[in-house]
């Protein structure tokens, strides 16, 4: 759907369209690599050179034996002909940490990862597909497993393009 600004000619920051979905499906995983959570949207450009933004929700636990708890996410891009991206934040910053007392005990950890990318995806066409999923992998201590959407939880995603 395109907005219409009635009170300027200037184009620049416009809203040119907004798609999002809900996803509702649970999975659970105990892989140290990322594996695709199941949320994902892509959005056709409308117009060139535009800017892309996309704002993700995504419900989680993860739990452990041991000393610690942990789960990484990350947002990954691919440009229908076109070059992938991967916004993941480095080091820390898309993690999820939690400690225990001592090595034996069984720790679990409830949360949403939120996270808004303003996409520097450079010049794109219009009418060219730009896909975004989220990806998570656990690190924990020994018995590692991360659950999404576990117990009905919805997970969320919109891609917003604007004009340039």
């Given at each position: 759907?395109?907005?219409?600004?009635?009170?300027?000619?200037?184009?620049?920051?416009?809203?040119?369209?907004?798609?999002?979905?809900?996803?509702?499906?649970?999975?659970?995983?105990?892989?140290?690599?990322?594996?695709?959570?199941?949320?994902?949207?892509?959005?056709?450009?409308?117009?060139?050179?535009?800017?892309?933004?996309?704002?993700?929700?995504?419900?989680?636990?993860?739990?452990?034996?041991?000393?610690?708890?942990?789960?990484?996410?990350?947002?990954?891009?691919?440009?229908?002909?076109?070059?992938?991206?991967?916004?993941?934040?480095?080091?820390?910053?898309?993690?999820?940490?939690?400690?225990?007392h001592t090595s034996s005990q069984h720790i679990r950890q409830y949360g949403t990862y939120t996270n808004i990318i303003f996409d520097?995806?450079?010049?794109?066409?219009?009418?060219v597909n730009v896909t975004y999923k989220v990806q998570v992998h656990t690190d924990s201590a020994s018995s590692p497993d991360v659950?999404?959407?576990?117990?009905?939880?919805?997970?969320?995603?919109?891609?917003?393009?604007?004009?340039?």
């Open positions: 759907m395109a907005v219409f600004y009635n009170n300027s000619n200037s184009n620049s920051g416009r809203i040119i369209q907004i798609v999002g979905n809900q996803y509702t499906t649970s999975m659970t995983s105990s892989s140290t690599s990322y594996v695709d959570t199941g949320l994902t949207q892509t959005i056709t450009t409308k117009r060139a050179n535009s800017k892309l933004i996309c704002i993700v929700t995504q419900p989680f636990d993860c739990s452990a034996n041991g000393l610690y708890a942990r789960v990484r996410f990350r947002v990954h891009r691919q440009i229908t002909g076109g070059s992938t991206g991967t916004f993941d934040g480095g080091g820390e910053c898309e993690g999820i940490y939690i400690g225990a520097p995806t450079g010049y794109i066409n219009s009418g659950r999404i959407n576990y117990n009905g939880r919805h997970a969320h995603m919109e891609v917003v393009e604007m004009a340039q």
